[in-house]
């Protein structure tokens, strides 16, 4: 029987320890193509800027003895996905996994997340995704610490993938998004949730003496987080400290009534 075919990727880029744990644990399940960005590209979205240039260098990457062909491509994750299915891979994948991420993604913010971005770019593909995160330190978000243990969340990761290449996912659901506390061993419950439509990361405003001066807004956690609504993706991550499995949709449309919300603004026009 041929092996799956799995499509690996992340935000973080190519030289991730996050993405080759990922790695890892996927190649016990099926045949791992790595297509990722070239650089750093954290809250990238599902963004598909033309300013990217679209090069797609072949490296190699030697872990745990193991010597990987793998693709660093000029462009956002969700442009990595594409040059992946358009060019790279001999066809579409069964899966699409994008991580593991140094940091959650959680609650209203998910869509910044270059993560989230290019699982929903292989689900619009038709293919099944997986976007997996892990909970760390702000101060790890955008590097490649080894301080960071990637194990627990790379065993989430083949868990759920696993299920994906098996079982189709129910009407309506696209993607899972999983996030895992740092704090998580194998015997950590997991729970499906819902994304909380709360800020998880709060702007902070950018320091700087006047306009002409470079400046970024920054972000921090919001001190609010613990008040989370019950079986929430941001609840179970912070409150209850157990692995949260959310469904996502690429179907953004507002569960309104659209009837009536078409006869509101008929009536006021």
């Not at 490296?59 to 745990?64: G, K, L, P, R």
Request: with cysteine; net charge negative; proline share 6%.
């Amino acid at each position: 029987m041929e092996k799956k075919q799995i499509l690996l990727t992340n935000d973080d880029g190519i030289r991730s320890p996050g993405l080759w744990a990922a790695a890892a644990a996927l190649s016990e399940i099926g045949y791992v193509h790595v297509a990722a960005p070239r650089e750093q590209s954290s809250g990238a979205g599902r963004s598909l800027p033309s300013t990217s240039d679209g090069r797609i260098q072949l490296e190699h990457v030697t872990v745990n003895g193991k010597t990987w062909e793998v693709y660093a491509v000029g462009g956002t994750p969700a442009q990595a996905v594409l040059h992946a299915a358009l060019e790279i891979l001999p066809r579409i994948p069964d899966l699409v996994v994008s991580g593991i991420n140094y940091g959650e993604n959680v609650g209203s913010g998910i869509t910044v997340s270059g993560t989230v971005g290019a699982a929903m770019e292989g689900a619009s593909l038709g293919v099944p995704a997986l976007a997996v995160s892990l909970e760390t330190l702000q101060e790890h978000h955008l590097s490649y610490s080894t301080e960071v243990d990637f194990s627990t969340a790379a065993y989430f990761t083949a868990y759920f993938a696993r299920w994906l290449l098996e079982k189709p996912l129910p009407p309506d659901v696209h993607l899972l998004k999983v996030e895992v506390p740092k704090s998580a061993t194998r015997e950590t419950p997991w729970h499906v949730t819902r994304q909380s439509m709360q800020r998880y990361f709060e702007p902070v405003r950018p320091q700087r003496g006047d306009w002409s001066q470079p400046g970024t807004v920054g972000y921090k956690r919001s001190d609010e987080v613990l008040n989370s609504e019950p079986g929430s993706d941001v609840h179970a991550l912070v409150v209850k400290r157990q692995v949260s499995v959310t469904p996502l949709s690429l179907d953004l449309t507002s569960r309104v009534d659209l009837d009536l919300l078409e006869r509101l603004i008929k009536e006021n026009c």
